[in-house]
């Protein structure tokens, strides 16, 4: 029988990094850390960004069933949003019942695959009539010349509506959001839901969104509501780095997010949104996908993080019921070195000073048609005499490979205080 005389932590962090070896033998200028602050939790974690747009195979008005479940399952999926677009059925706007009955079958097909893995459906109304992103200017949109008649006519009194899924995400300079809050706020049509995408750097990030968000909620005088970004990333940051980023910040904010879906045609109506693929031989995983099936086991309560002071290295954390902690952290798309700060260990009763033992993983991708394994063990590191609580990694942690596709992950497992038989 051991006993343990503290606490025990493992840590696990992410980082991108080409060369490990000479990372750690000459240590490269750090930009700054994301911190990791273990006496404040979030509360216990929900996998709030593990959704997407799209993604299910359409099958009549069933459930889709060519994709393994551990695919789904593996990564905690939560929510779908679908409508129609893309398929041969183009809408009652321009197809009648007609058009309209293809569009609802897809999407009722869809609603049953996510109910089926017990995940919510969002369904967007403006699609299944028929409006979809990419039509041209001239086509039908709902509520054109301010007629809403027959877009009234398809909503149910018992959904909750959420709104106003605007492309671009919130500042309080833009007109479009300015006049919807003005809207809501004078109409009394606050929606149940709000929300927007957040699809590449241009649009900033939650942590710059949000609060302009609650700056034009306060303006206006519109209540608080649950937000969704209901489509997030640009393809180039659909990776492991970039997919840590952003769960990094919907986790801060209590967001519930969405994959960005960036297939064509039937494509868009597959794949999970870029995280699978296929052969002959069925249904594999990308590297992205891996990353996802890590957060989908970062079970416990989430740890509060901050992000970089430049907003482009950011990390989400958990500290299960049995004292494990696990960190993922990832750059926005920058090839450069960051450092995860950790702190708060007296709280848990963790010595101030000790040894840590570093386990660290990494991620690998190489595109979204390319099947990667689990996560890679780089081994253990001992690191002796960390000054805790105000800890700072000995490592280059976060680093990009310049191919763009590929990360390491760090993973810190760490004892602190003595282990000894009893
Ligand atoms: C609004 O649309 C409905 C359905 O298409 C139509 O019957 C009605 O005449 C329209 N109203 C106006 C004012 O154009
Ligand atoms: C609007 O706000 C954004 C973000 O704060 C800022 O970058 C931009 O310069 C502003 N634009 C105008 C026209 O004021
Ligand atoms: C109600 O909504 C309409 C349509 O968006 C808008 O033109 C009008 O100004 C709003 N009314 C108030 C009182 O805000």
Redesign the pocket.
Known sequence: MWHQSSTSLLLAVVAPSIAYAAAISQRDTSLGSATVNLAQNNGAATFLGSGFIYGFPDNGENARDTIPDHFLTDIKFTTCRGGDAQINAVGWAQGDYDGYIGRFDSALSNYRSARKYDGDFVLMLSVLWGAQGGASADSVFPGDNGNWTEMESSKHPALPVEGPSMANSP????TNWQAFMSSISGNDTIPDRFSWHQIGSWQ?EPD?TVP?FDSLRETYSVAEKPIDVNEYGWPSEQNPANSIYYLSQFERHDIRALRANWGGGSNLHNYLASLIYTSDSGYYPNGDWQLYKYYGGMVGDRISTTASSDLLFDAFAVLSDAKLLKIIAGTRTVQVSYDPIITGFSEHGLATEGTLDVRSYQFDFSGSEVEVGSQVDLGKTSYLGMPIPQMQSPLPLIRRLTQPVMHLRFSFKGVYGTVEPA
């Open positions: 500042s309080t300079n833009k900033r710059v302009a």
